[in-house]
């Protein structure tokens, strides 16, 4: 299960640090948003607060894992459909789980992220840290989408309108 163990560190982290930067572009003058980053890393060292992840990361986990997997591969299988792949017909009871696809190691996948999440959170601070550094550089970024988003979309009305 080693893929599927850093699979789940990579999105831990990548959401817990999305879900904590997220509100930091808003603050609009840089002094404001290093205040705000400081007090993110202060938080991540905290504790209490990373024992309160930890045990909603267990939580989130466990529910996951006890999710039951027909729906979520039929779901899969539709979505690779609308992008032209072929459904994969898989033989698997209705009342299996996704832990009972991941295997037995799957139900000690919550504690061992509980058990971990201080270092975790430890490494969520220093991606804060370094992130702050290039948050100029991803509203750059997020402009430049934006833009290309617009002149996509109005390309698009443009060509409809031309057509119809």
């Known amino acids: 299960m080693p893929q599927l163990r850093s699979a789940v560190k990579l999105v831990s982290l990548t959401a817990l640090a999305v879900a904590l930067l997220s509100p930091l572009p808003a603050a609009a003058r840089e002094s404001d948003r290093q205040r705000a980053m400081g007090e993110v890393q202060d938080r991540l060292g905290d504790p209490a607060t990373q024992q309160a992840i930890g045990d909603a990361m267990a939580g989130m986990m466990a529910a996951m894992l006890d999710m039951k997997a027909a729906p ?56 804060v840290g370094a992130m702050g550094e290039m948050l100029p550089q991803m509203e750059d970024m997020a402009r430049r989408m934006g833009d290309q988003m617009r002149k996509s979309i109005e390309h698009a009305e443009n060509a409809r309108d031309r057509a119809g």
């Open 72 to 127: 979520f591969l039929k779901a899969i299988d539709r979505m690779g459909g609308a992008m032209g792949e072929r459904p994969q017909h898989r033989a698997i009871p209705d009342n299996a789980t996704l832990g009972d696809l991941a295997g037995p190691e799957a139900r000690h996948m919550p504690a061992e992220v509980q058990r971990k999440a201080p270092a975790m959170m430890g490494a969520a601070g220093a991606m």
